[in-house]
């Protein structure tokens, strides 16, 4: 059986930011479980693996950050990382307070 990665969408955020808002929030929070609790994943990889366009990802990137569903934080190459804030924690999210304290 293929285990390839899905991304959930997380139904509160539709009516807020559209169906494809919701997705790119479910695709950062599906990296934010691997590794350090952050999405590494560049706006082209994201774009890539949802079917959409970069400005397209941008945009919805700064939506989320706006509404403080997500934080971005820079790494020591001065690249744009995210996190899931656990303040505002959807059903079904376990990121951890600790994570989203930390940004």
């Given at each position: 059986m293929n285990k390839a990665?899905?991304?959930?969408?997380?139904?509160?955020?539709?009516?807020?930011?559209?169906?494809?808002?919701?997705?790119?929030?479910?695709?950062?929070w599906r990296y934010c479980q691997m590794r350090d609790g952050s999405c590494h994943a560049t706006h082209e990889t994201l774009s890539n693996e949802l079917g959409i366009g970069q400005s397209t990802v941008r945009r919805y990137i700064n939506e989320l950050r706006?509404?403080?569903?997500i934080a971005?934080?820079?790494?020591?190459?001065?690249?744009?990382?995210?996190?899931?804030?656990?303040?505002?924690?959807?059903s079904g999210d376990s990121t951890s307070k600790e994570e989203g304290a930390s940004r």
């Amino acid at each position: 059986m293929n285990k390839a990665p899905h991304t959930r969408i997380f139904d509160e955020l539709i009516p807020e930011f559209g169906l494809v808002g919701a997705a790119v929030y479910g695709v950062v929070w599906r990296y934010c479980q691997m590794r350090d609790g952050s999405c590494h994943a560049t706006h082209e990889t994201l774009s890539n693996e949802l079917g959409i366009g970069q400005s397209t990802v941008r945009r919805y990137i700064n939506e989320l950050r706006d509404a403080q569903y997500i934080a971005v934080i820079f790494d020591k190459a001065n690249s744009p990382n995210w996190m899931i804030l656990a303040e505002n924690q959807l059903s079904g999210d376990s990121t951890s307070k600790e994570e989203g304290a930390s940004r």
